[in-house]
């Protein structure tokens, strides 16, 4: 951690063998824990624990007070919304020493998962998903889907700037914000242009 080109709050502890990206922003009472890797400008906010062996990519946003367990991996330009929930050991109990047995979590390039939403672990977030607030996230989820509800239900597509996506009978849709074209083909969508 010499030469360091991040910035972390004064309450915040971050301890050894963590590899910090440049320009990463760290806030208050957050928790580093050891030999976990967050990318360059990434924005951790408050009372944030990553726990150790945690890899976060580039520019992942992680609002306040999320935990982030042992076995979860964030792509590039992943959304953690305010009390987002991560589990990593599916049947836990308290005298039952489960460490080491963690099962993986990754989260691909561009999800959004919404404030209070759980993700159980194991479960899988494909590429620009965007997850509801408050949703239950109980099955892997497609790339670009739209999951909300408690257990988490598809209602829908997304967008990479995360807009509903409308098809036509061609089963193209075209983003209101980015104008980018999409197909949708056997329950999978394609960006097209």
């Known amino acids: ?31 580093i824990m050891s030999n976990c890797k967050i990318g360059e400008s990434c924005n951790i906010g408050q009372n944030v624990v990553v726990s150790p062996q945690v890899i976060l990519g580039c520019n992942v946003k992680v609002q306040n007070n999320v935990s982030i367990y042992t076995g979860v991996i964030c792509e590039d330009d992943v959304f953690l919304g305010p009390s987002m929930v991560f589990t990593n050991v599916i049947n836990p109990r308290s005298a039952v020493n489960r460490r080491g047995q963690y099962s993986q979590t990754i989260v691909k390039k561009g999800a959004s998962i919404g404030a209070n939403a759980t993700i159980v672990c194991g479960n899988d977030i494909g590429e620009y998903a965007l997850i509801g607030a408050g949703s239950v996230v109980t099955k892997p989820v497609k790339p670009y889907a739209l999951l909300v509800g408690n257990p988490a239900k598809q209602i829908g597509w997304v967008s990479e700037y995360g807009h509903r996506l409308e098809f036509n009978k061609n089963n193209t849709a075209v983003c209101s914000e980015s104008q980018q074209e999409y197909l949708l083909e056997n329950d999978t969508i394609k960006r097209i242009k």
């Open 1 to 31: 951690m010499g030469n360091k080109k991040y910035h972390a709050h004064d309450t915040a502890v971050i301890d050894e063998n963590c590899d910090i990206g440049d320009n990463t922003k760290i806030w208050h009472f957050s928790h």
